[in-house]
């Protein structure tokens, strides 16, 4: 089993930024992607960034500019940073991680409002 820990959500003003972060812990032994997805009230949820085991990164293009996903290895920790934040990025941010299945973070609350 894999757990995973996020951190870094909060309430900040349009155009500002947030880092998040998201730690995984248990039984590791070849996690081969990582990475963000995103759920606004009454919509779907939509992928943000991946990132795999050998540095392949994906952005989804509602982000590209603005938000950066990263990963310590050695630590298993994924980062999420995130500028020129909108209101729009307003969701609950789901870290997930695969190894054999999908495990899921219990989610981060992002509200981007003045």
């Known amino acids: 089993q894999v757990q995973l820990v996020e951190s870094g959500g909060g309430l900040v003003q349009p155009g500002g930024s947030l880092r998040l972060s998201c730690a995984a812990s248990?039984?590791?032994?070849?996690?081969?992607?990582m990475g963000w997805y995103r759920q606004a009230p009454g919509k779907q949820r939509d992928l943000v960034a991946s990132?795999?085991?050998?540095?392949?990164?994906t952005h989804a293009g509602f982000v590209k500019g603005r938000f950066t996903i990263s990963r310590d290895s050695a630590e298993n920790t994924v980062y999420l940073q995130m500028n020129s934040l909108k209101p729009e990025d307003t969701a609950v941010y789901f870290c997930?991680?695969?190894?054999?299945?999908?495990?899921w973070g219990q989610g981060t609350q992002v509200t981007v409002s003045s």
């Open positions: 997930y991680a695969v190894q054999g299945r999908t495990y």
């Open positions: 990132i795999t085991s050998d540095g392949r990164i």
């Open positions: 248990g039984v590791i032994f070849s996690i081969t992607a």
